[in-house]
């Protein structure tokens, strides 16, 4: 079956552009999650849905970074004012269930200039 | 707070032999444990899971993991590497008694089999 799909797969914008990042997750999947990876590093946790809602948001770095689910199912991860600091792979991940192992996708590697 | 060490950045191991990517981990009461394996351009895909019971976990592509509790650790095992085992391997843990925390995953380790 289809797996998890991130939007787009490059992302390259100019420092103080408005960014989104698209997610769609496994289909049936309540709990989505957003994740960054910064070279060298594992992922990151910035938020995650159960549903339409975020659950826990507490990884989010700063009020310019916003996610939404709006219907339960796709996700988007927005950015304000981009910051060169805010160039990594951007992870998003589904499960069954919160606490089920996580299905991700490939990724958006975003490069702000 | 919750942590994982994976001490080693790069492992590297001839074809055919055993091979050990080690994990250690830090978090309050009883953990859930996850080890995923990232290829070039790929996200990172599931391997194994220890939640509890039996302390050796076999998972995908003939790998296995063995919870130790004393040591705190999730050392990654295959009996038999093949170069296409070779690629980014990260730990991940979380907390059974902390209700929703997130999935904290560690530096990686890039495992390197050679021909």
């Known amino acids: 079956g289809a797996g998890v799909s991130q939007t787009p797969s490059n992302k390259v914008t100019e420092k103080g552009k408005y960014v989104e990042l698209r997610c769609d997750p496994i289909?049936?999947?309540?709990?989505l999650y957003w994740y960054r990876q910064s070279l060298g590093q594992g992922p990151e946790f910035l938020i995650y849905?159960?549903?339409?809602?975020?659950?826990?948001d507490s990884g989010l770095p700063n009020d310019r970074f916003f996610a939404v689910r709006p219907e339960g199912s796709v996700s988007t991860l927005k950015i304000q004012r981009t910051e060169r600091g805010d160039s990594a792979v951007y992870l998003c991940?589904?499960?069954?269930?919160?606490?089920?192992?996580?299905?991700f996708g490939p990724g958006t590697r975003l490069t702000v200039l | 707070a919750q942590s994982v060490a994976q001490p080693e950045d790069q492992v590297n191991v001839a074809e055919g032999n055993p091979l050990t990517v080690k994990c250690t981990y830090s978090?309050?009461?009883?953990?859930?444990l996850f080890w995923y394996v990232q290829y070039p351009n790929r996200g990172l895909q599931f391997l194994l899971k220890?939640?509890?019971?039996?302390?050796l976990v076999k998972g995908s592509y003939g790998f296995e993991a063995e919870f130790n509790k004393s040591q705190t650790s999730f050392h990654l095992k295959k009996p038999s590497a093949l170069v296409s085992d070779s690629a980014l391997y990260f730990c991940?843990?979380?907390?059974?008694?902390?209700?929703?925390?997130?999935?904290?995953f560690g530096k990686g380790t890039r495992l390197s089999v050679i021909a």
């Open positions: 978090v309050s009461g009883n953990p859930y």
């Open positions: 849905f159960q549903g339409t809602g975020a659950a826990d």
């Open positions: 220890y939640i509890t019971g039996d302390n």
């Open positions: 289909s049936g999947h309540t709990a």
């Open positions: 991940a843990v979380r907390s059974q008694n902390s209700g929703n925390t997130p999935l904290v």
């Open positions: 991940a589904s499960s069954l269930n919160y606490g089920n192992e996580q299905f």
